[in-house]
């Protein structure tokens, strides 16, 4: 069968981007995680970030109903966990794997950045919800990026 959005997400693919996995808690207080490159930096003061849902997506329900989210930004050697958190891959996600911070929110331990965000807004946007956090606490290391570019991973190298 032929996608016929196939042509807009082609063009769409050609914005390359990093690669992170939102976390928050559902109602049962388990993790529910997805792979996301829909991360944007809005603002610094007071300090936003907002990434997109689609409506359809299985973590939906925990993400809408969920007062904090955290975002992990993958390093190069992590294609496995946007994989796994993509839903591509049958391991969920493991408590062992995530720390909790201020908000509540779980967020990697493995990572090249990390936001732990109150979300600070929802909005409606055709077959997504852009979802606004403020960011309460943060961190980052040095280390390579992925990277994804046309529906394929790329491990990124820092420019020096
Ligand atoms: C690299 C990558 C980036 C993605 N970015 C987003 C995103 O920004 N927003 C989103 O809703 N889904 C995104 N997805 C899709 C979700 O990770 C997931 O595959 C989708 O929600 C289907 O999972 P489900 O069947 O459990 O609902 C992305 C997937 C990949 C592999």
Not at 30 to 56: H, K, M
Not at 121 to 128: N, V
Not at 129 to 155: K, W
Request: glycine content about 6%; charged content about 20%.
């Amino acid at each position: 069968m032929t996608d016929k959005y196939r042509p807009l997400k082609d063009a769409f693919g050609r914005f390359a981007t990093g690669i992170g996995v939102a976390a928050c808690r559902n109602a049962a207080g388990e993790i529910s995680a997805i792979t996301i490159n829909s991360f944007t930096s809005v603002s610094l003061e007071p300090p936003l970030v907002l990434w997109c849902l689609e409506n359809r997506a299985s973590t939906y329900s925990a993400f809408m109903n969920a007062d904090s989210y955290s975002v992990s930004i993958l390093r190069a050697d992590q294609q496995a966990a946007s994989q796994r958190f993509a839903h591509f891959l049958p391991d969920g996600p493991r408590e062992e794997e995530f720390e909790n911070w201020v908000t509540g929110a779980p967020i990697l331990k493995e990572r090249l950045a990390g936001f732990d965000c109150k979300v600070a807004a929802r909005h409606d946007a055709g077959d997504h919800i852009i979802l606004v956090g403020e960011v309460v606490r943060f961190d980052s290391v040095d280390g390579a990026p992925l990277l994804y570019f046309a529906s394929n991973y790329i491990q990124g190298t820092p420019a020096t």
